[in-house]
């Protein structure tokens, strides 16, 4: 952990550099994601999965606990970090999506969405005055061509793009499980199942249908559907048997 001691003062502004060649605020920012609660995307060729895990207070309302935001019809995005961040990022992705669609009459791809959330992201790197935004996205959709896609942008403004990717204090296990047993072939129903025993690997507690939050987008008509905690139960069910 770096502390004012560790960071000798360069720490204090993301507009400089230390003698290493470190900006300390954006690790910060890092290490926040890493103890937020994991998210993991899953592409397959029918579609993509999206599937966060919630910390639920006591006597918190599970519901009100939205890890899976909806940006368009054939979009959606995945968080982990601080939620509040998260909000801001959303409401900028809403906003992007809908200019995209007036200047191009088509929806907003998922990679040039990225790109503009890691544009927002690092202007928060180059100067002084604001901290860089505390989260992670993984952005999944089923683009106008019918192709799944799958980003990942991180708090200092870097995008990727995966098959299968993690975020939250549980990236480790998670993606040690989805290296051994994704299939990009596997039907859109065996992808929700890894995607919740590799969270299952990560996640210390049980999972329940109040603390697991599961989004699909098929490839079959594009839309953006999130599913109830019966079917979510279901699966849990099928899964513990």
Not at 83 to 96: F, N, S, T
Not at 120 to 132: E, L, N, S
Request: net charge negative.
């Amino acid at each position: 952990m770096f502390g004012i001691s560790g960071g000798k003062g360069y720490d204090m502004s993301t507009s400089i550099f230390s003698p290493e060649g470190r900006i300390f605020a954006a690790e910060y920012a890092k290490k926040a994601v890493e103890q937020g609660a994991t998210s993991i995307g899953v592409l397959v060729d029918e579609g993509i999965v999206l599937l966060a895990e919630k910390r639920i207070m006591p006597l918190q309302e599970p519901d009100s606990v939205e890890k899976i935001s909806k940006i368009d019809d054939h979009l959606g995005v995945a968080t982990s970090g601080f939620m509040a961040d998260a909000r801001r990022l959303i409401q900028e992705a809403r906003v992007k999506a809908q200019s995209y669609w007036l200047t191009y009459e088509e929806e907003i791809p998922a990679e040039a969405l990225a790109d503009h959330i890691c544009d927002i992201k690092a202007q928060f790197t180059q100067g002084g005055g604001a901290r860089p935004y505390g989260v992670a996205m993984i952005i999944g959709s089923v683009d106008f061509d019918a192709s799944p896609s799958l980003f990942v942008t991180d708090p200092v403004g870097t995008s990727w793009g995966y098959l299968a990717a993690v975020i939250g204090r549980g990236s480790s296990a998670a993606g040690e499980y989805l290296e051994k047993n994704y299939k990009r072939k596997a039907p859109l129903d065996q992808a929700i199942k890894v995607a919740l025993n590799a969270l299952k690997a990560a996640s210390d507690s049980e999972l329940t249908a109040e603390n697991v939050e599961i989004v699909v987008i098929p490839i079959e008509d594009r839309k953006f559907r999130r599913l109830s905690d019966d079917e979510i139960g279901d699966v849990l069910e099928s899964e513990s048997k």
